[in-house]
């Protein structure tokens, strides 16, 4: 199965495409998540990209389009992926379309979360993910069983994300209306597009997604 999981930052995308990936076994494919790991590593990509996550601006398409390009042939991709945080605006849906198609390959589900931005925000400043094993975690919301121990690994070392700020945070939300919403038109005519109620409880929106994905 091949879907993209589409919101505004905070909506909960990463949240549920790691339970689809420990339920289901679907792979997730973040941008933002090999991005910032590009942008650690200092490789070619990350040193380009880094300006632009950090003011909340969309990195060039060229550099996305060629992550997910290499990203999607690798071996672990052959039953299927979750994209999340790509496509991020109508020319890179266009290059994912050529690509799917190159290889032969079908879109199956868009889901959108829908999320009011008084919420986005909460979830956004308090949102903090383990150092080890990237599981993501939230202050008020999702807090870890016991303390400042991993749920999912028992790793100790956590961390917030810079762009996490009340400042950027703003310019995701502009960046994501101008650019990221026009995809809705494009999948709705496409008829791929399902949407959801991303503001209920992390558990309510695993079930409305299930039941979109008939899994
Ligand atoms: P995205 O990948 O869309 O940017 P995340 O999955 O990282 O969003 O979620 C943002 C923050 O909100 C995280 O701290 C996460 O734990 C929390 N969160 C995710 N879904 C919900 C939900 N349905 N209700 C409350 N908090 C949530
Ligand atoms: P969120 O879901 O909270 O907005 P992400 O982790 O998906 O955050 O993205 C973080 C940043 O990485 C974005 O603000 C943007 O700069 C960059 N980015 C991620 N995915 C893309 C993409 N598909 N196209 C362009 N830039 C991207
Ligand atoms: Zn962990």
């Known amino acids: 199965m091949i879907l993209i999981l589409l919101g505004a930052p905070g909506a909960g995308k990463g949240t549920q495409a790691q ?14 998540d090999m991005l910032r790991e590009a942008v650690a590593n200092k490789t070619e990509y990350g040193i380009k990209a880094k300006a632009a996550m950090d003011a909340g601006e969309l990195v060039t398409d060229e550099i996305v389009v060629n992550i997910i390009a290499d990203r999607i042939g690798h071996d672990d ?6 994209l999340d945080g790509f496509p991020r605006n109508v020319p890179q849906a266009e290059a994912l379309d050529a690509m799917l198609s190159e ?3 079908k879109l199956d589900h868009v889901v959108l979360m829908t999320v009011d931005e008084e919420e986005l925000t909460k979830r956004i400043i308090g949102r903090f993910t383990c150092s080890s094993c990237n599981e993501g975690y939230h202050d008020e919301f999702k807090r870890p069983a016991v303390d400042n121990v991993c749920d999912k690994c028992g790793g100790t070392d956590f961390t917030r994300r810079k762009d996490d700020n009340i400042e950027t945070v ?4 502009e960046t994501y209306r101008s650019q990221t919403e026009p995809l809705l038109p494009y999948y709705e005519s ?9 503001m209920s409880a992390i558990e309510e929106v695993a079930g409305e ?3 979109v994905l008939g899994v």
């Open 19 to 32: 339970r689809l990936m420990n339920e289901h076994g679907l792979v997730q494919l973040s941008t933002g």
């Open 77 to 82: 991709c052959k039953n299927g992926f979750i």
């Open 103 to 105: 290889k032969g390959l």
């Open 170 to 173: 703003q310019a995701r939300f």
């Open 190 to 198: 496409k008829g791929v597009l399902s949407k959801v109620n991303g």
């Open 209 to 211: 997604i299930k039941a």
